[in-house]
C-alpha cells in the first residue's frame, strides 16, 4: 500500500510541476494590450538609444536608430 501511495505522490508533484511549467510559459508569451507580442529592443550603435529590432536599421552586425546615424557611424 506504501508504494502505491509512493507512487501517486510523486505522478501529482510531476503533474503540478508540468502545470506550472505550462502556466509560466503562457505569461512570457502573453501578447501586449495592443495585441502584439513584446519586441526584442537593441541599441543604437551611435548613440546608445534602445529601439525595437524591427524598426532598427542594420548594417554589418550593427544597429541604428535612423539612417544618419548609420551613414554616420565611425565603428
Known amino acids: ?3 502505491i501511495r509512493l507512487i501517486i505522490i510523486v505522478f501529482l ?3 503540478l510541476f508540468r502545470l506550472f511549467r505550462h502556466w509560466q510559459n503562457r505569461l512570457s508569451s502573453k501578447p501586449t494590450s495592443s ?5 526584442t529592443m ?3 550603435a551611435q548613440c546608445g ?3 525595437p529590432q ?3 536599421i542594420e548594417s554589418n552586425g550593427q544597429f ?3 539612417e544618419e546615424h548609420k551613414e554616420n ?3
Open 1 to 3: 500500500m506504501g508504494l
Open 13 to 15: 508533484g510531476w503533474l
Open 35 to 39: 495585441g502584439e507580442k513584446i519586441d
Open 42 to 44: 537593441v541599441n543604437c
Open 49 to 51: 538609444v534602445h529601439v
Open 54 to 56: 524591427k524598426s532598427a
Open 64 to 66: 541604428f536608430c535612423c
Open 73 to 75: 557611424f565611425s565603428g
